[in-house]
């Protein structure tokens, strides 16, 4: 459908329509259907929009119209294979054609403005919805080739040492003696996989799925090779637990969210971290889940909780993260580092720009997926170079300036006791308070750097790092 047209000044009686297009060549339609709205009901002609070098408008035929139900003309598309042109329509009172004919081109001028300024307006409209698709969010993906089909096999890897024609087809270790999946003609088969993996009676994504997420909860995975389900990977401490994770994941529609809910429930969640007695020596690892493990928090979550803490974290979902950064944000040359920066950015660590070879510093040194591969299980690493950050860059030094002027203005008279609230959400003891005060008013440099010093000292301990 190319648009609509209502004839609001129509009143009764018999009307002839007409209808304007430019001069579009030989590649015009030649038979463009067109729906007239009238008080019999609705009529459709087949326009053929031949060039013309004559009239402005040309006339569809006369229809009876009634002035209680308004005059519409529908232009559509259904079936066309050359350009439609649309510039404007006209309803003229059969009565009034002999005078129209009588008056020449008289009204011509008139009717000449009227479609400029029905021009300026499509123009406007087309502007807007151009701007409108621009807003869109975007996201980079794989497409389907326009004719998919088998490829010859690359020898050695050599993209033009041609072999013989491949069949596509799936891993054949996975069929469990129903074979594969058909490919629809014309498809590739990467949905038929897809759909394949994710069916009801394909255990395999949903149990490496809920592995991932009790890792992500409880450190390790009930499989501890969280990428490794094979034979050359650990088998599972509780394989019927993770059996029935599966079902349940594929019967709540999929949902992780819920997933993480019931699990975050769990008795086996909330437990101390603190083993029980005589639990250690026949289980020093905790494959037995005796007790909770100690969890080194991610990379995002210490930079979003400094900033939480700061009260500078921004919550609100910003633009495209790549927004300006040019090549940059697609180049993987050390050479084209542009330097990106997390520390003048408050938005959630969610929406920092992931780029590869150059990414964010804070992430990065506190064990950040690594964007050039598929990570399961992020590395969980203590080295020096993450105490050096928290200790001299700018970032750390900033949040522990607003913590302490965040603690300051809240509690005046115990800031000691408000930084350790802001920042481990407990208060702090007897001792650590005497500890604090002395600390605070021998500082070189005052009191107020002291408190300052205090909180990047508190949130560079291992009770913030960690989860208990």
Known sequence: MVGHFHGDAVGGGEYEVRFAYANGGEAVDRGV?????????????????????????????????????????????????????????????????????????????????????????????????????????????????????????????????????????????????EGPPAIAEGE????????????????????????????????????????????????????????????????????????????????????????????????????????????????????DSLLAAADSLDHATPGSPVAGLGEQAIANDAAQKGGISSDDRLCRSLYLPMVRSDMPPFLEIFNAANPDVATGQRPETTVPAQALYLMNADFAKNAAAQIAARASAEISADPANAIYRLVLGRPASDAEREDAQAFARSHPDGEKAGWAALAQAVFASTEFQFLE
């Open 188 to 303: 590739s088969g990467r949905r038929e996989l897809a759909d394949w993996l994710a069916s009801d009676a394909r255990h395999l994504v949903a149990r490496v799925t809920a592995n991932r997420i009790w890792a992500g909860l409880f450190r390790d995975g009930i499989v501890r090779s969280v990428d490794n389900f094979g034979t050359l990977g650990e088998p599972p401490t509780h394989p019927a637990l993770l059996d029935s994770l599966a079902a349940d994941f594929i019967a709540s529609g999929w949902s992780q969210k819920r997933m993480i809910r019931s699990l975050v429930n769990s008795r086996a969640y909330g437990m101390a971290v603190d083993p029980p007695p005589g639990a250690s020596q026949p289980d020093p690892e905790n494959r037995w889940l005796s007790h909770q493990n100690r969890r080194r928090l991610a990379a995002e979550e210490i930079r």
């Open 33 to 177: 259907p067109i729906a007239i709205e009238h008080a019999g009901g609705t009529a459709e002609v087949a326009l053929d929009q031949e060039p013309k070098p004559g009239d402005l408008f040309k006339p569809l035929g006369r229809f009876q119209f009634d002035a209680a139900k308004p005059a519409k003309l529908t232009v559509l598309t259904g079936g066309t294979t050359g350009f439609v042109l649309v510039d404007g329509v006209q309803f003229i009172a059969v009565e009034d054609i002999p005078k129209e004919a009588a008056g020449g081109n008289a009204g011509a001028a008139e009717q000449i403005a009227a479609l400029k300024e029905s021009v300026k307006a499509m123009e406007k409209a087309k502007k807007d919805a151009e701007a409108a698709l621009e807003r869109r969010p975007l996201a980079m993906a794989p497409a389907d080739r326009d004719e998919p089909g088998d490829q010859p096999i690359r020898v050695r890897g050599e993209p033009h040492q041609l072999g013989d024609e491949v069949p596509r087809g799936f891993l054949q270790v996975l069929y469990d003696g």
